[in-house]
């Protein structure tokens, strides 16, 4: 049973902020994760302030079970000595099964909620999870004198969190995202990849296989065959859901660090169907990543080129040889806008953008 209108903005405890009634487009192009535990990592946090859109420090899977109150600390400690400027900070804390994820929370919010801007729950299962983080963040966040809510990021990892995926997102006003978990996915769902997402070369579509003279198939025959992309359904589902409850859809992690060109080819894929950003493991991610999910030159200038010719958005005109009418213009128009969001954060994608005119023309 989903809240009613009238109580759905309605703050979950006495004292506590008011919720957002609306989630504001942060650019996140890359959400970079460290153990907070590890020395060496977080070490180099304070440099990475400025360089990347979000920190997130990592308390679930990839901290050890002894470690776990150790990372739980550094994250303290690292929230309470760096300013963030401009860079989001988030963590991941452990499931909601778990038997540290009270202790995070009880935690976290008392001691550095009001430097925290995401929480990232894993392994969500369906708008139930949602209300127990919105209650308790609601109480703690009341108690510690916040004001202003966190928000919550949920994880897409099991296969009735994909059958709930419109719940999720509907389940509070917090909720600000959704991030896709591959592995935990792949895993609950008995897929046979033991990869850390990506893609994988057993699946895969061939060519018809050639026929001779006579019309008989040559099965044995050269055939090219096309690797295929195993996220593709989830991750447009989690577009889809994000778009209509205004919220941002992210592709999550690429375990290959070592390979960056099939890192980047995901990413793409991610950014091309909607998605906002995606995690990065290792610092060779952010690269990829703040590149990705910026907007090329070409894109911005055609976008504003197209925007220019429209003149009142509406009709229709050829530019290069195609049609552009007012469903392209809105096309534009999100490209141009995202170009905005991102020139206000990253002084040299700004000074690229601004080299080009308002109707299209790069200037050298
Ligand atoms: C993947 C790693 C274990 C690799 O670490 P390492 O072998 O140390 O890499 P390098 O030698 O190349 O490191 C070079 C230096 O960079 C530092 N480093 C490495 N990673 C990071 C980082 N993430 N942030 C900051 N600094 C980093 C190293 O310390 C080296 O420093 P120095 O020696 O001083 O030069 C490691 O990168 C890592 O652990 N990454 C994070 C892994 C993680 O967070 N995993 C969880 C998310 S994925 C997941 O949970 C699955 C998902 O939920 C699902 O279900 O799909
Ligand atoms: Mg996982």
Redesign the pocket.
């Known amino acids: 049973m989903t809240r009613p209108a009238k109580d759905f903005f309605a703050p979950l405890a006495v004292g506590a902020p008011a919720p957002p009634r609306e989630i504001p487009a942060r650019p996140s192009r890359a959400i ?4 907070p535990g ?1 020395e ?2 977080a ?3 304070p440099d ?1 302030v400025g360089t990347v859109d979000v920190l997130l420090g ?1 308390l ?3 901290v050890k079970a002894e470690n776990k109150e150790k990372s739980r600390q550094g994250l303290v400690d690292i929230g309470r000595a760096t300013d963030f400027g401009p860079t989001q900070f988030w963590t991941r804390i452990n499931s909601l099964d778990s038997p540290w994820v009270l202790d995070d929370l009880t935690t976290l919010v008392p001691e550095i909620g009001d430097k925290l801007d995401v929480i990232m729950v ?1 392994k969500v299962q369906g708008a139930e999870d949602i209300h127990y983080v919105d209650r308790l963040l609601a109480q703690l966040e009341a108690k510690a004198g916040l004001d202003r809510p966190i928000l919550v990021h949920a ?1 897409l ?1 099991t296969a009735r969190g994909v059958a709930n995926i419109e719940e999720i997102c509907a389940a509070s006003p917090r909720m600000q995202g959704l991030s ?6 792949a895993a609950d769902r008995r897929m046979k990849t033991t990869r ?2 990506g893609g994988h070369p057993g699946y895969l579509v061939r060519q018809d296989p050639v026929r001779d003279d006579l019309g008989v198939p040559q099965y044995d025959a050269q055939r090219t065959s096309y690797q295929q992309d195993l996220w593709h359904y989830t991750i447009a589902r989690m577009v889809d859901a994000c778009a209509m409850h205004g919220i941002y859809p992210y592709y ?2 690429f ?1 290959d ?1 070592k390979d960056t060109v099939a890192c980047e080819d995901q990413f793409r894929n991610a950014f091309l169907l909607g998605c906002v950003g995606a ?5 060779v991610q952010i690269t990829i990543a703040n590149k990705v999910f910026s907007p090329s030159v070409e894109d911005v200038a055609h976008a504003r080129r197209v925007i220019a010719a429209m003149g009142d958005g509406t009709g229709a005109v050829m530019i290069d040889g195609k049609m552009e009418d007012d469903a392209s213009v809105k096309q534009c128009q999100v490209m141009v806008a995202l170009a905005d969001e991102l020139a206000a954060i990253d002084p040299e994608l700004k000074e690229q953008y601004d080299a080009i005119s308002a109707d299209g023309e790069v200037r050298a």
């Open positions: 970079h994760f460290f153990d590890n060496k990592m070490a180099k946090v990475m990592n679930e899977d990839a894993p994880i990892e896709l978990g591959p592995a935990d996915l850390v997402g999550g992690p375990g660090i995690w990065s493991l290792h610092p």
